[in-house]
């Protein structure tokens, strides 16, 4: 049975850095390529960032670049997501997931960015 739990978020003023983390199981994690994605408040949900599988690669949703930094652990399964400088339109949930193939969504965390 295939799990996604993320953790890390919270409320964080304008300018402040959150990490997030992803506990993955139930698939053979260090096979695929993950990603990060957020759904705002009455919006759909965006893909923030992803990585292949080996970490060399990522790439980046154009309004996180220079801000957000994706990484993992293959031997840990966790995926993370280091956010700095976050800003009031980056409040959403974010999930982790399998890239190119999505696996049952987690709960989320939630970040929350207000003065």
């Known amino acids: ?24 199981s139930g698939f ?8 990060w994605y957020r759904q705002g408040p009455g919006e759909e949900r965006e893909l923030v960032a ?9 790439t980046y949703a ?21 956010m700095n400088n976050l800003q009031p339109e980056d409040t959403a949930t974010y999930y982790c997931n399998a890239r190119w193939y999505h696996y049952d969504w987690g709960q989320g965390t939630r970040v929350t960015v207000s003065s």
């Open 1 to 24: 049975q295939v799990q996604l739990v993320e953790s890390g978020g919270g409320l964080v003023q304008p300018g402040g850095s959150l990490r997030l983390s992803c506990v993955a």
């Open 28 to 35: 053979s994690f260090s096979t695929h390529a993950m990603a």
């Open 50 to 58: 992803s990585m292949v599988p080996t970490g060399g690669i990522t």
């Open 62 to 82: 154009d309004f996180v670049k220079g801000r957000f930094t994706i990484g993992r652990d293959n031997a840990k399964n966790i995926v993370y997501l280091q």
